[in-house]
């Protein structure tokens, strides 16, 4: 018996015998309308140093040569700051590194205009495609670096970003986290001192909402979640998460969530990321010991990923490491995928990579291999309709929502 796709494959590859080889190529598939990754790290000292610098050939997972190459488009580029203590001191520190990674973005844009444009709306975004270059958006990843100052998620958005994700890895001043830091005294997520959103959350919360900024729950505890979702008056967006009912991650999102963001018109946007698609417990240890030893090596008494990841020894003990416990692999993703679509909607899911931030899996091993997630989406059966929703065109609507829905007194 042959199958429909057996059937599809036939007859595609006689067509290709027969007609002419103009007609084979422009019967080739076309990149989707628009592909936009909504999360990328930058380390600190992007733009700062030369082997850091964007423009040229890096050690990153993402510069401006991979993304014109493997026909990235767009990028959310990221403001991280690692969690430190909620006192004076940890908040005027947090402001401090979110600065430099402003000024780096910054630089980036004003030393390759004729690359990448910064990207504050949607069509903005689609006018630097459509003129041939690459957009770049900022997002905020952990709240914390507002130093506990409503204000300054003003001075946030007159610089440029137009998401605001809430908590990272441990709890912060404006919610609790799905990874919190239990081994400092922090509750566990779901348990009874699991509060979910402060006060200065739900006042962060609201101000994005009247901003018409974009408000992320990745790496939020489900009871955060939960009370973003009742509060905010938009819809509400994950930057990079996958589903626990395919893996059971802290940092994935349960089922009831994925319904829940997409019933409020959100979108949730999968990520390819080794740990939220496959339990590797012999990986995660190996890679710990690793970083340890790297760091000893260095001369340093702890892990600096921004000081050792792009160091020598550190590649040739990750090469050693992928041989003996393999990478998620493209499938894997694309099981998340269409788990989250069945669950949620076509309508309401998207592309994420977290690349220099420890995403990236066999097959979208970084931004120049972007066009192999297009292809394993198109394999798994998604009509190009779907994969221009999914690359793009789901968080394009959500984002015009969040706009529309504005009111910047």
């Known amino acids: 018996m042959i199958t429909m796709t057996r059937l599809a494959t036939l007859t595609a590859l006689a067509l290709c015998a027969v007609l002419p080889a103009h007609a084979a190529q422009q019967a080739a598939p076309q990149d989707p309308p628009i592909t936009i990754d909504t999360h990328v790290d930058i380390p600190f000292n992007y733009m700062r140093e030369p082997r850091f610098d964007a423009g040229k050939p890096t050690p990153l997972l993402v510069d401006l040569g991979k993304m014109e190459r493997g026909g990235l488009n767009a990028a959310f580029f990221v403001i991280w700051v690692p969690q430190h203590k909620l006192d004076a001191a940890g908040y005027a520190k947090a402001v401090d590194q979110a600065e430099q990674k402003y000024d780096a ?40 670096s507002l130093g506990h100052d409503i204000h300054r998620l003003d001075a946030a958005y007159d610089r440029g970003a137009r998401s605001v994700g809430l908590v990272h890895v441990g709890n912060n001043d404006l919610c609790t986290s799905s990874l919190p830091d239990t081994e400092h005294g922090e509750p566990a997520m779901n348990s009874a001192g699991d509060k979910g959103m402060s006060e200065f959350g739900r006042a962060v919360v609201k101000r994005a909402n009247q901003l018409g900024m974009l408000v992320d ?52 946007d999968a990520v ?26 260095a001369g340093d008494k702890k892990y600096d990923s921004d000081k050792h990841d792009y160091l020598p020894a550190m590649d040739k003990g ?50 120049g291999e972007t066009r192999n997630v297009t292809a394993a989406m198109r394999k798994r059966g998604f009509s190009d309709a779907d994969i221009a929703k999914l690359w793009g065109g789901n968080l394009l609507r959500v984002w015009r929502e969040v706009e529309r829905d504005a009111d910047r007194h």
């Open 318 to 367: 990750m090469a050693e490491i992928q041989k003996k416990y393999p990478l998620a692999t493209l499938d894997d993703y694309m099981d998340q995928i269409q788990h989250m679509v069945k669950v949620a909607g076509i309508d309401h899911v998207g592309i994420a990579s977290d690349f220099d931030g420890g995403g990236g899996i066999t097959g979208w091993a970084n931004a």
């Open 217 to 268: 729950i990745s790496h939020a505890s489900d009871a955060c979640v939960r009370d973003a979702l009742k509060l905010s008056t938009a819809p509400i967006y994950a930057t990079h998460s996958g589903a626990r009912a395919v893996l059971d991650h802290p940092r994935n999102l349960p089922d009831d969530l994925l319904r829940a963001i997409a019933a409020k018109g959100g979108v949730i």
């Open 272 to 297: 390819a990321y080794k740990e939220f698609l496959k339990n590797d417990p012999g990986r995660e240890a190996a890679e710990k010991a690793l970083q340890a030893a790297v760091a000893k090596q």
């Open 105 to 144: 973005i910054g630089r980036m844009l004003m030393q390759y205009p004729d690359r990448i444009r910064l990207a504050t709306t949607p069509e903005q975004l689609l006018a630097n495609h459509k003129a041939g270059l690459l957009s770049a958006t900022i997002e905020i990843e952990n709240a914390y």
